[in-house]
């Protein structure tokens, strides 16, 4: 049975009875909890709740009863649902320009399940690159954070923000705006993670003489560059390396990482547990590819290729057959053999090892392992 799935943001001061209050919400809507986290600092407290409904459910007045409550308790709470179908973008910049153009490069190649709704910057120094692009353009140069981020917030509102990315933007966001965006800001930070946190990363990296010099996408969370790690890449350093040339080259990379991350979250291919980011790429077809696989197997008696097209691929199989017994999916990672070819690792319910051939459709890309 499908689920409807939303997830609950509450923020506000600490108090006695909060997390009691909105489980209760749940629990008396039918609903079941998937997911709860709470933190409590300087007397601020936020809480995550994402709730699954298997009956068909109002969402208005779920959202209407849900602030009322949120009033009675003097929190401020927010909803977030899975069902949205148009994911709004909204890009963080200070001056540096590639990754916001690397950004509206790719919205305007239509590679992007979303699009970028507005541009917020710290300065005006990328307004032409947005207005250009026929991006709305905020500046929020306000020295006080706490004001500049609830403006901010009035600003994600009325976009309907689903996802921010941090474009090499420079300024640090309290926990009082990160917990109201769980697992839905992407920073770019030019270091490989956990080694080199904070400011002037390449600096550190360079001083210290490391041998290799990265990048890392995360999420961000209320600590500093701790969030969990999405993707990583990097280059080696060279003796004839400069610290201006390893900033440019970092700079690519940069644009590049913040890319893939945002595609991935936008396509929701991206999942984090206990602290860790895996990807759902296979995990979400696995039950299909392996009915498609064992229906093709029992139909065809011979190796004669047949194709089919689940998700954002086309697949061949080339060879192999299931056991007749009860099949359940494969709980084993898939690797690459050459440039377009998986084979599932040997299970129980196979008989001999399945390859199956990957064509990439439009607008999905993923990099050999």
Sequence with gaps: M???????????????????????????????LERVNQNVIKGLFGMYLEASFTKK?????????????????????????????????????????????????????????????????????????????????VLINEKNQDKAEANIIQI????????????????????????????????IHPSLLPAFPGAMAYAQAFERGTKIIGVTSHYVTENLDQGPIIFQDSFDVKPEHTLESIKRAGQKLE?????????????????????????????????SIWSWVKKKDQAKKTNKPVKTFIGNFEWELLSGRLDNSGYNPPRTDYEFAGSKLFIPKNDCTLKKVIKIKVTLLKNFSFSKK
């Design 57 to 137: 459910m109002d969402i208005k007045r779920f959202d209407s009863d849900l602030e009322k409550l949120g009033k009675q308790l003097h929190m401020e709470v927010n909803t977030h649902h899975e069902s949205n179908s148009q994911k709004n973008i909204a890009v963080f910049v200070t001056k540096e320009p590639h990754c916001l153009q690397t950004l509206i490069r790719a919205q305007n190649k239509k590679e992007l399940k979303g699009k970028i709704a507005v541009v917020i910057g710290t300065e005006n120094t990328l307004s032409e690159m947005a207005k250009k692009a026929k991006l709305p353009f």
């Design 2 to 32: 499908k689920k409807t799935l939303i997830g609950i943001t509450v923020v506000g001061k600490d108090k006695e009875g909060i997390v009691a209050n909105f489980t209760n919400f749940v629990f008396e809507r039918k609903g079941n």
């Design 255 to 287: 644009a590049e990482v913040l890319l893939k991350a945002v595609r991935m979250h936008l396509a929701d291919k991206l999942e984090v547990r206990w602290r860790k980011v895996h990807t759902k790429w296979f995990d979400d077809y696995s039950w």
């Design 156 to 187: 994600c509102k009325k976009y309907n923000i689903d996802l921010i990315a941090l474009a090499r933007y420079m300024r640090i966001l309290t926990p009082n705006f990160v917990w109201r965006y769980p697992n839905r800001i992407i920073n």
